[in-house]
């Protein structure tokens, strides 16, 4: 089956494969595969940009998405959608008029107005035919973040990879984790607090992770797992710190931590 992979550490949110599909499909039709993309409204490669945390610890993340709902779209109207030998999920632009409801239930699944089609990825099956190895969206990425393969020739590889829907054909390697940002600062004396020791606690009260301050007085907790916790930190001198966050849902930037002296 083919199948596009994406690995996050290599992205650079560079819009390359976003824009090569428009420019692929965008007043072009490429029939019986597909019929032309409208110029707006409709990314069957997307770029999801991401702003996380807050000043002063921002970070942006971007993540390409296609249709995650290539099997059950291809169970839900097998009377116009089809799957092909290589394993590319294609709607058929002639039996498929009509069917707005595929686009109204299914993400990745857009509703051309003029045309009244609905219209997704066709991992640029046209192209394929013609003699290409890649998609465009692949064939443009400067980085290497996207790869165009067959599943069964890296089997083993995808292992490392996670999917939005299990039943999609693309696959994602090194989406960031949580992470947690914080400050120490003695503000009697306007200074911060270098090498102070700073703990990561579960629910259960297990320490999950260990940093520790560094020059700026900053610590970090990098990729860690959607949750409850706690930041505790025991700095000699100071009353001890135990803070309670919540990431489940988003980062967290807790600022400046003002530390009080211990008379």
């Known amino acids: 089956m083919k199948a596009i992979l994406f690995d996050a550490n290599l992205c650079n949110g560079c819009y ?21 993309q409208p110029m707006t409204g409709e990314y069957w490669c997307r770029v999801d940009q991401r ?24 169970r839900k109207a097998p009377e116009c959608v089809y799957k092909r030998e290589d394993g590319i999920v294609t709607i058929d632009p002639e039996k498929a008029k009509g069917r707005k409801d595929l686009a109204d239930k299914f993400d990745g699944v ?8 609905p219209q997704k990825c066709t991992m640029c099956a046209h192209l394929l035919d013609d003699g290409w190895t890649v ?3 692949v064939d443009v990425c400067a980085t290497g973040a ?9 089997a083993d590889e995808l292992a490392d990879y996670t999917q939005f829907d299990p039943e999609s054909h693309y696959y994602y390697k090194n989406i960031p ?38 020059d700026f007085g900053e610590f970090r907790f ?11 930190a025991t700095v000699e001198g100071y009353e001890p710190v135990d803070l309670a966050i919540a990431a489940e849902t988003e980062d967290v930037v807790l600022g400046d931590i003002f530390l009080k002296a211990i008379a």
């Open 16 to 36: 390359g494969c976003q824009m090569a599909c428009k420019d692929e499909h965008c007043g072009n039709s490429w029939l019986p595969i597909a019929a032309e």
């Open 51 to 74: 702003d996380r945390g807050k000043v002063p610890e921002v970070k942006v993340e971007y993540i390409p998405r296609w249709c995650d709902a290539d099997e059950a779209l291809l």
């Open 110 to 117: 857009y509703w051309n107005e003029e045309l009244e089609l």
């Open 135 to 137: 998609p465009r969206c």
């Open 146 to 154: 996207l790869r165009f393969v067959d599943t069964e020739e890296v």
């Open 177 to 214: 984790g949580r992470w947690v940002y914080g400050v120490l600062v003695d503000r009697t004396i306007n200074e911060v607090i270098i090498g102070a020791t700073v703990n990561l606690t579960n629910a259960e009260g297990e320490t999950v992770a260990t940093v520790e301050t560094d």
């Open 222 to 232: 990098k990729e860690i797992t959607a949750s409850a916790y706690s930041v505790t």
